[in-house]
């Protein structure tokens, strides 16, 4: 990661629990307050609730997402989260055709950019909506929400080996 980031956002257990089954190697992503004010959003493991889309069979609920901050400050209610700027999530054998299919269909067409986190790639592909194809990275992710004065960049390689060690 570049500048100020790297010490802002890092990988960690989700408060939830979860596990890919691979053992504790399922992460969330934590944003820090420096990052959060250049990108005027905030970064929320779902175990704490919130952005999901219902349908009348299936409640899907991404790993983890952000959301616009509201009046500059970090939204306290459901109201004040406005609609996600960005889901994330993280594959597991148990549920990468889920991910990968379903959850990505209905945020698409939700309006909502996707990544998908590739543990056993090392890489992150990224679903924009309208687009049939990700583009896949391996080396960097840069992303600059609406409204930032400043990109998110994510060099995967130290990423990786901080989440799950070296190669």
Known sequence: MSGGIRSCLR????????????????????????????????????????????????????????????????????????HPLLFIEVLSPGTARFDRVVKRERYLRAGIEYWIVDLDSRSFERWLPGED????????????????????????DPFFTEVLGPV
């Not at 944003?31 to 299936?58: K, N, V, W």
């Not at 990700?134 to 995967?156: D, F, N, Q, R």
């Open 133 to 156: 194809r990700p583009t896949i990275h391996a080396v960097e992710l840069v992303w600059t929400p609406a409204g930032a004065s400043a990109p998110l960049v994510i060099s995967l």
């Open 11 to 82: 990988p960690r257990m989700p408060s939830c629990g979860a596990s890919n089954g691979r053992g504790c190697t399922r992460r969330d992503f934590v944003g820090g307050a420096a990052h959060a004010r250049r990108i005027r959003a905030r970064l929320t493991p779902s175990a704490r609730g919130g952005a999901g889309e219902c349908s009348q069979h299936t409640l899907v609920q991404p790993d983890v997402y952000v959301t616009p901050l509201f009046d500059g400050r970090r939204p306290s209610t459901d109201d004040e989260r406005g």
